[in-house]
């Protein structure tokens, strides 16, 4: 919660989290709502909603405060996952306490779990639900809840960089947008295969202000695959390019717009289908 004298933007949940991995208890940081706490710009084609600052209570990240993190072992995940990883996966999740922190603080340093998030405490948390959902099995669809948090991770880095302009920031948002790009299409290629589940993802995202469904992650996998895929002007990026056509031509099969599909979501895929068009025609 915020300091005396402060607004507070946030509170301390009334449930109390028992980690599988470290046995730690703790709460997690919860989102006021209301209150003209979050006002919202514009979607972008990333479909990550903005919001602009309040003057009353500044900037406000949601994102920030999605994943759970243990604040004593830094084990991490989305909420619904948090208490069930499998159990002959948790060895190596306690194994592996002392690695995850230090790679963690090597891209995101001095953050602390156990005070309230900050941009860098909510980056890091999205990096380490990114990792630890390595210790999941393929029933939790663990290969899209990467995906989805690489992309979310590359967000609230992109914030971090309109903050310290001079520390890079940029170039590792961009790292994690390729590394979103690889895990949103390796997901849609396991589920086509029948290799990995998409049942446990309760929701699509990609950010928190709305569900975009099955839908919303092809559009996803064929917006990154265009921006962040194979480059050049060989046949790998034709092949690339072929492939996302061929995904987000899938969504115009769909039926219109809808509760999950309005009609600015469809203006989106439509002007991403029509830019691959151009490309692919003049390659």
């Known amino acids: 919660m915020s300091a005396e004298g402060e607004l507070k933007v946030t509170f301390q949940s009334k449930k ?20 003209g706490r979050l006002i919202a710009g514009k979607l972008t084609d990333e479909l990550h909603r903005l919001y602009e600052p309040s003057a009353k209570y500044g900037a406000i990240f949601p994102l920030v405060y999605q994943s759970i993190v243990c604040p004593q072992c830094w084990f991490s995940s989305m909420d619904n996952d948090f208490l069930v990883p499998p159990t002959e996966k948790r060895a190596k999740a306690r194994d592996n306490i002392e690695n995850r922190k230090k790679q963690t603080s090597l891209i995101f340093p001095n953050v602390n779990f156990y005070e309230n998030r900050t941009l860098m405490e909510g980056a890091a948390s999205q990096y380490l639900t990114l990792h630890c959902y390595d210790y999941y099995n393929k029933q939790t669809s663990p290969t ?15 914030e971090l960089h309109k903050k310290h302009p001079q520390q890079h920031y940029d170039w590792l948002g961009i790292l994690f947008r390729k590394k979103a790009q690889y895990l949103y299409n390796e997901a849609l290629s396991r589920e086509q295969n029948g290799k990995e589940t998409l049942s446990g993802m309760k929701s ?16 996803i996998c064929a917006y990154l695959r265009y921006k962040f895929g194979p480059a050049g002007d060989g046949a790998e990026r034709k092949t690339s390019l072929e492939d996302a056509r061929r995904t987000i031509a899938k969504l115009f099969g769909m039926g219109r717009s ?26």
């Open 144 to 158: 899209i809840k990467q995906g989805l948090a690489a992309l979310r991770c590359a967000w609230l880095i992109d």
């Open 204 to 219: 699509f995202g990609p950010d928190t202000d709305k569900n975009y469904s099955y839908e919303g992650m092809l559009y």
């Open 16 to 35: 109390e989290y028992e980690c599988p991995i470290c046995d730690e208890l703790f709460r997690k940081e919860e989102l006021l709502s209301g209150g």
């Open 258 to 283: 809808s509760k999950d599909k309005p009609g600015a979501f469809l203006e989106h895929a439509r002007e991403l289908y029509d830019t691959i068009n151009k490309e692919i025609a003049e390659s």
